[in-house]
T-cell receptor
């Protein structure tokens, strides 16, 4: 079965320190991977995606993610965290069915708290 | 530019009532998705439209749930005989296509509370 796992419910990091939010996936075929961020009372916002090519993907607000095929992971990273990065982060995988339709599967989310 | 809008932002109803939730996608976006997000969970896929037709409705939990997109733009999610377990935030998203490069743009959601 296709699935996405975010093993940490919450990640705390001090402002200025590097941050990592973990994501692993299980899909058949090539994975199309995404990260979204959700701020309070706002919709999910797209951060970055991996489709093909370079394993290190750069996205919005200084975030980047590394695709690791052997470990089936797509961890979100940022070299220096800001208090304003505090939010709920979702990893998602897009699967393609033989019928030609697509479906997104989201992880359960990781709450990031950046402490001043 | 205008993003995805959803109305109402909050809806409180009583068990057994009928509700309609509206989604207005980004102009020109052909693909539209509905998700349900319960507390502490990620968005759960419900249905997706390509144009006017439902390309995949496999996520609808039962026949009380139905969605339409008659003109290929605005979509309405309809829930009949609501139950307390239907309480959640219902998210709508649109994208400019279903190709792998097209990320989804999400609306702010409608918080449905069934008493």
């Amino acid at each position: 079965a296709q699935s996405v796992a975010q093993p940490e419910d919450q990640v705390n990091v001090a402002e200025g320190n590097p941050l990592t939010v973990k994501c692993t996936y299980s899909v058949s075929g090539n994975p199309y991977l995404f990260w979204y961020v959700q701020y309070p009372n706002r919709g999910l916002q797209f951060l970055l995606k991996y489709i093909t090519g370079d394993n290190l993907v750069k996205g919005s607000y200084g975030f980047e993610a590394e695709f690791n095929k052997s470990q089936t992971s797509f961890h979100l990273k940022k070299p220096s965290a800001l208090v304003s990065d505090s939010a709920l982060y979702f990893c998602a995988v897009r699967t393609r069915y033989t019928s030609g339709t697509y479906k997104y599967i989201f992880g359960t989310g990781t709450r990031l708290k950046v402490l001043a | 530019g205008a993003g995805v809008s959803q109305t109402p932002s909050n809806k409180v109803t009583e068990k057994g009532k009928y509700v309609e939730l509206r989604c207005d996608p980004i102009s020109g976006h052909t693909a539209l998705y509905w998700y349900r997000q319960s507390l502490g969970q990620g968005p759960e896929f419900l249905i997706y439209f390509q144009g006017t037709g439902a390309a995949d409705d496999s996520g609808l939990p039962n026949d009380r749930f139905f969605a339409v997109r008659p003109e290929g733009s605005v979509s309405t999610l309809k829930i009949q005989r609501t139950e307390r377990g239907d309480s959640a935030v219902y998210l709508c998203a649109s994208s400019s296509g279903t190709g792998a490069f097209n990320e989804q743009f999400f609306g702010p959601g409608t918080r449905l509370t069934v008493l």
